[in-house]
């Protein structure tokens, strides 16, 4: 059982950041550093974290908990968890229907995780740099 209330975890809940979180930082000021130009918040479909339009390539950097990525960092909720089940599932559908569309528009994806961010953002934003260099 949860330790809190449900109204102070629907209060916590609903403070937790979608944009500028620290995953998309460490990797927006890395690419930076290393000479790559981006665009944030740009107008697309599924909101992308970075966009390299020369590229014709959207970045999602996914938070393991919202986006259900099955690691360490990724559990269920203690309190309301068929609410949060449903609402992990329903994320990851959305996710899967924003790549088909995107695919479609001949937009190449790169997902970037959380847990490997925080891992080793360097290893993790230099295989996106040399995926760009490739292109």
């Given at each position: 059982m949860d330790r809190i209330t449900p109204k102070t975890r629907s209060r916590n809940m609903s403070r937790i950041k979608s944009k500028n979180t620290t995953p998309e930082l460490l990797v927006r000021r890395l690419l930076f550093k290393l000479g790559k130009r981006?665009?944030?918040?740009?107008?697309?479909m599924g909101k992308p974290d970075i966009v390299f339009?020369?590229?014709?390539v959207v970045v999602f950097i996914h938070g393991c908990y919202w986006h259900g990525?099955?690691?360490?960092?990724?559990?269920v909720s203690k309190s309301?968890?068929?609410?949060?089940?449903?609402?992990?599932?329903?994320?990851k559908?959305?996710?899967?229907k924003?790549?088909?569309?995107?695919?479609?528009?001949?937009?190449?994806?790169f997902t970037l995780w959380?847990?490997?961010?925080?891992?080793?953002h360097?290893?993790?934003?230099?295989?996106l740099v040399k995926y760009l260099n490739s292109l």
């Open positions: 981006y665009r944030v918040h740009y107008e697309l339009p020369n590229y014709k990525h099955g690691c360490r960092i990724d559990h309301n968890c068929e609410f949060w089940i449903n609402k992990i599932n329903k994320n559908e959305r996710d899967k924003i790549q088909r569309q995107l695919k479609h528009d001949n937009w190449k994806l959380e847990c490997d961010i925080l891992k080793s360097n290893n993790t934003v230099k295989s």
